[in-house]
């Protein structure tokens, strides 16, 4: 397919939020969403934190009222976190925003990425290479799954301090603190339009930004949130597949509009391209059963 010129579209929120132990990640992320939706009830929350999220609702002070919430227990598994960020889609609708708190749980604990490479090794060093591809595949379906839903993501995230080992002034090797390092794998940061990382004392700044918080730093309210959304909507709407609520795509034959037009004249309602070819499918092999029934009536008939 040859190049055309690119349109700005509508987008959802794809923001992950890292900070250490008390520096208001879920609160955060609360009011995030809230300046999004301007609404409690779409808002969705997945606690790995043993029901801390829950100190959160109804508070006067903090201005928060009832939001959606699923605890999620151990075992913290890829496939867990791909069903319930499934069912919040489904429970606060494509304006409504799903909070995944936290994203760390699904890399290293119980039921994890992690643990899944060590199944795979099983105690043999052989395998090493085969079970970090296959970890490595289970990962990135994790991440990509969550990335395509179609309403808003927020998802936060474990810090850890990282070191390095660098010689002073006196050519001693000491250990240098980098940072704070998110709790997942690496570069995973990357993989999400906006990183905020939050400090102990609740200031905020942008490491990753594709909007317009590039120098922004502060303390994340539900403006923030609002400002956002404004930013966000200021494009055209993006086509969704009416089958799997999915963004349509253009392929190396066809344009988004001709796959739209295409499914609309065939099936009467807009598909991507992946439904259209099930569709497809379905209907010929229920055309060939069809055939053959009618073909095995005659038969019975003629004997």
Known sequence: MAFQKVTREKSKLRLALAGPSGAGKTLSALLLAYGITNDWSKIALIDTEHGRAKFYANRSDLKTGEFLYQ??????????????????VEAVGE???????????AWNNSGGVL?????????????TFFALAEAGKIQNNLVNSILSVNCHTIVTMRTKMAYAIEQNEYGKNVPVKLGLEPVQRENTEYEFDIMLNIARNHVASASKDTTFLDTWSGVITPELGKSLKEWLDDGIEPEICSVCKQKILPTKQKTIQEI???????????????????????????????TEGVSGNIGAESS
Not at 72 to 84: K, V
Not at 95 to 105: A, N, P, Q, R
Request: hydrophobic residues 30%; neutral net charge; proline residues 3%.
């Open 115 to 127: 643990e899944i490479k060590e199944k795979l090794e099983d105690g043999n060093s052989k395998k």
């Open 260 to 290: 739209v037009d295409g499914s609309l004249k065939t099936y009467s309602k807009k598909m991507c391209w992946k439904c259209v070819m099930q569709e497809f499918k379905r209907r010929k092999e229920t055309e060939i059963s069809a």
């Open 71 to 88: 605890e999620m227990s151990a075992p913290y598994s890829p496939d867990r976190y791909i069903t319930m960020v499934n069912e919040g």
């Open 95 to 105: 304006d409504g925003v799903v909070i995944v708190d936290s994203f760390s749980h």
